[in-house]
């Protein structure tokens, strides 16, 4: 029996304290406590015009000491130039120097913060060690909760919980400093909101997360497939909205999903090459392919660097608590061509495009896992 589902019946609503078809303010401010094993996390990333590429992300909760009860504040920046050079910058900020509200995003981390309300957001990270970003984002659609609560239950009794609220596309104006240089930026974004109370290293085997942007449509998908412990449920997070920026679709349904694979050598797992999602919703039938046509980034956590540690890497000690875990974590970032169908009693609308995804792997190989 699957031990993970999308919260979207009646009941779930009034368990979360939130209203059906309305998004508000609050939703985006903290959801959650440092309880150990809890974390949250408010994520922004930006493709500008010229080639630059932006990532931040700030947790009231290192991981590192997930399990302490109290809070840790830390953020990252990542800065990719338009010549290709990564930058990056792990911060950390004693707890009296920082505050997250719970009326709307509202995260002070020190001198860095990131505010807003559902409509319009300020990123800013003083540059440290050269690194930085002061970034102005503007919503170009609604927020999207997916099955309409944002949340997955795990578990027999739902003891558990993770989720992903976002606000799919946005346009981003504003300055990135790397390298000592600061330069203005335009192009498009996005932000999400995610909170939990267990590792995605315990309650995931693998998920497929991507967004599809053409001048008409938005898809933003999250295709999770659960750990052994919840059974390798499958639950699959697709919304469409239009070009008003209206949430136009909601999978809340089975889905159907064909998925063929190819064998990566360095991190020893299978990977879809070309993933169908077909999805239902009473007269409508929505069919979302993805295929990969270049590898952006392989990350093996767990087996690249057996003798030292770094970021994003595992040492001795680190691959210890993996195995404790049954895990061999791994990333993959690819360059794709996404297709969207949509058919409905008014005919059939298709568009295509291209389109980035990550595949997070921290699983290990299972012929269960639907990975073909």
Request: hydrophobic share 30%; glycine share 10%; proline share 6%.
């Amino acid at each position: 029996m699957a031990t993970a589902r999308l919260m979207t019946r009646p009941e779930d609503y009034a368990k979360l304290g939130i209203k059906e078809g309305m998004v508000e303010p609050w939703e985006d401010g903290r959801r959650d406590t440092p309880t150990p094993g809890h974390n949250e996390v408010w994520y922004f990333d930006g493709t500008m015009e010229d080639g630059t590429k932006t990532v931040v992300g700030s947790r009231p909760v290192d991981p590192a000491t997930a399990g302490d009860g109290t809070d840790s504040p830390n953020l990252n920046v990542n800065i990719t130039t338009p010549d290709g050079q990564e930058f990056v910058s792990m911060l950390r900020v004693p707890a009296e120097e920082s505050s997250v509200g719970t009326d709307q995003c509202d995260v002070q981390f020190g001198p860095h913060y990131a505010t807003g309300d559902l409509k319009n957001y300020d990123v800013y990270v003083e540059p440290v060690e050269g690194v930085g970003v002061d970034l102005h984002y503007e919503a170009l659609v609604e927020p999207y909760r997916a099955g309409g609560t944002s949340h997955i239950a795990l578990g027999d009794n739902d003891e558990y919980y993770y989720t992903d609220q976002s606000i799919p596309r946005c346009r981003v104006t504003g300055t990135v400093t790397a390298e000592g240089k600061t330069w203005n930026v335009s192009g498009t974004g996005y932000h999400d909101h995610q909170w939990f109370n267990i590792s995605p290293l315990v309650a995931w085997h693998h998920w497929l997360w991507g967004r599809f942007y053409t001048p008409n449509y938005t898809v933003v998908i999250y295709d999770f497939v659960a750990s052994e412990k919840f059974g390798f449920a499958r639950v699959p997070i697709f919304g469409v909205m239009d070009k008003t920026g209206k949430v136009i679709f909601d999978n809340r349904g089975e889905t159907e999903v064909e998925t063929t694979t190819y064998y990566d050598e360095q991190t020893k797992k299978a990977y879809p090459k070309s993933s169908t999602y077909v999805f239902h919703d009473d007269d409508a039938t929505v069919k979302f392919n993805v295929t990969w046509t270049d590898i952006i980034e392989v990350r093996d956590m767990y087996g690249a660097t057996a003798d030292k540690d770094h970021y994003g890497m595992a040492g001795e000690q680190q691959r210890k608590a993996y195995d404790a875990m049954g895990s061999k974590p791994a990333y993959m970032r690819y360059y794709a061509n996404g297709t969207l169908t949509m058919t409905n009693s008014e005919g059939t609308v298709e568009e295509s495009g291209d389109m980035t995804y990550e595949f997070n792997y921290p699983g290990v190989p299972d012929p269960r896992a639907h990975l073909g």
